[in-house]
């Protein structure tokens, strides 16, 4: 006979394991800073700085028509120099040559002669033009000097004398240079001021 394998059969109460109690839901996380809902990351937001405003520069002067068609040429001490002594030079021979050797015109035109110096010499040379101006006198007074009986002697004690006789001419053209290169010097030190105030009030904002 053919005996079939049972399996004893257990008796006796099931023994299953004690039911857990259910557990209280959890309360709802409170958002992370720097994440978003989906689970990305969020960029802080930079603070925005308000936009300073700068101050708007002062309006330039516009110059007037006439000012735009004079010239306003800027000449190195030496080009200051050379010009003066190179327009008082021609003068002096027109004036020998069409007033007879009249030093009073020569001295009338030495005037504006030292006004264009002191105006055109550019503002790192306003020294210098107050200095040219008299070599300047005393080069162009040469073919207006009396040569007397001729010779090299003559001319120069004619050179003296123009220079004793024509020594207001020679004051006055000097001292009118001297007051244009000063008007000058004090506007740029205004100028350089004021840019620099402008400068400081621009860092402190």
């Known amino acids: 006979m053919e005996q079939h394998s049972t399996r004893p059969v257990q008796y006796g109460p099931r023994r299953d394991r004690p039911a857990r109690p259910p557990r209280p839901p959890r309360p709802?996380?409170?958002?992370?800073?720097g994440r978003t809902p989906g689970g990305g990351v969020a960029r802080?937001?930079?603070?925005?700085?308000p936009a300073q405003r700068r101050p708007a520069p002062a309006p330039r002067p516009v110059p007037s028509p006439a000012a735009r068609r004079l010239p306003n040429p800027r000449l190195t001490g030496l080009g200051g120099g050379l010009f003066c002594g190179f327009?008082?030079?021609t003068l002096g021979f027109l004036v020998a040559l069409l007033f007879g050797m009249s030093p009073t015109v020569y001295g009338v035109l030495f005037l504006p002669v030292c006004v264009?110096?002191?105006?055109?010499?550019?503002?790192?040379?306003?020294?210098?033009?107050?200095v040219v101006v008299p070599v300047a006198f005393a080069?162009?007074?040469v073919p207006v000097a009396?040569?007397?009986d001729g010779g090299t002697g003559a001319r120069l004690m004619g050179m003296v004398t123009g220079l004793a006789t024509q020594a207001g001419w020679l004051y006055g053209g000097t001292l009118l240079a001297c007051a244009i290169v000063l008007g000058r010097r004090m506007r740029m030190v205004r100028t350089i001021n004021r840019r620099t105030a402008a400068a400081r009030s621009r860092a402190q904002a």
Do not use: C, Y
């Open 139 to 141: 080069l162009g007074l």
């Open 116 to 130: 264009l110096t002191a105006l055109w010499v550019r503002e790192g040379d306003l020294l210098t033009a107050p």
């Open 44 to 49: 802080s937001a930079r603070p925005v700085r």
């Open 28 to 33: 709802p996380l409170p958002p992370q800073a």
């Open 87 to 89: 327009v008082m030079l």
């Open 146 to 148: 009396d040569e007397g």
